[in-house]
């Protein structure tokens, strides 16, 4: 079974710059989830989809942050314009839904923000 | 929101078997309880997963008492290989929310 998959594996841009991430998640899971992780931190959740629809965006920064999930498959995640706090991997994860699923994870982005 | 708490880090050596505990007071009723290991420049890997007594799989156990405001995962006989950080995660009212994780030194 193939896994969850992230491109670029490493960003680094400027300040003020804009980024954007790709995840295609494992065939047939309905949820997809984006976190970002600090090093140091464990991962924070900021977008939840179930199909093409958001779950839970409580924690995304939505003045900068946005993603989108095209016919409930791929996912992007673009930032706009970057802060130097962004700089952080960005994790994608998916399941075939429900809290009682265990979750998938990508190996991530690392975003760099000079 | 609930928290999730953990030991920041643990030493053990090859062979031993390692407790690690997670504590997370505001557990809903419909939550479970789900173990990640995560090595350097990975993503986390799903290790057990629980809703309440006890669950064994290949890898580790997963104890869980009857309040459920607490778990311990469990790995018997750990290996150089263990070494990594360990994330408790606990759904808090459909929130998913990791542990600040527990990082595992296993030494030879």
């Known amino acids: 079974e193939a896994g969850v998959a992230q491109s670029p594996r490493y960003k680094i841009i400027e300040k003020r710059q804009s980024v954007a991430f790709w995840c295609n998640p494992i065939?047939?899971?309905?949820?997809l989830y984006w976190y970002q992780q600090i090093l140091g931190q464990g991962p924070k959740l900021l977008i939840q989809?179930?199909?093409?629809?958001?779950?839970?965006d409580s924690q995304l920064p939505k003045d900068r942050f946005s993603a989108e999930r095209l016919k409930g498959v791929d996912s992007t995640l673009k930032i706009q314009p970057a802060k130097l706090e962004d700089s952080a991997v960005y994790l994608c994860?998916?399941?075939?839904?429900?809290?009682?699923?265990?979750?998938?994870f990508g190996d991530g982005t690392r975003l760099s923000i000079l | 929101l609930a928290k999730t708490t953990q030991p920041i880090s643990m030493d053990s050596y090859e062979g031993q078997e390692v407790n690690i505990t997670c504590s997370h007071n505001?557990?809903?009723?419909?939550?479970?309880i789900t173990w990640y290991q995560q090595f350097p420049s990975q993503g986390p890997r799903f290790i057990i997963q629980?809703?309440?007594t006890k669950v064994t799989n290949e890898v580790a156990s997963l104890f869980i008492p009857a309040d459920r405001k607490s778990s311990t995962l469990s790995l018997p006989r750990v290996s150089l290989s263990d070494t990594a950080v360990y994330y408790c995660?606990?759904?808090?009212?459909?929130?998913?929310?990791f542990g600040q994780g527990t990082e595992l030194s296993v030494k030879p």
């Open positions: 989809f179930q199909n093409n629809g958001v779950v839970d």
């Open positions: 995660l606990v759904g808090d009212r459909g929130k998913l929310i």
């Open positions: 065939s047939g899971h309905a949820t």
């Open positions: 994860a998916s399941s075939f839904g429900g809290l009682d699923q265990p979750q998938h």
């Open positions: 505001n557990i809903a009723t419909n939550d479970y």
């Open positions: 629980g809703y309440k």
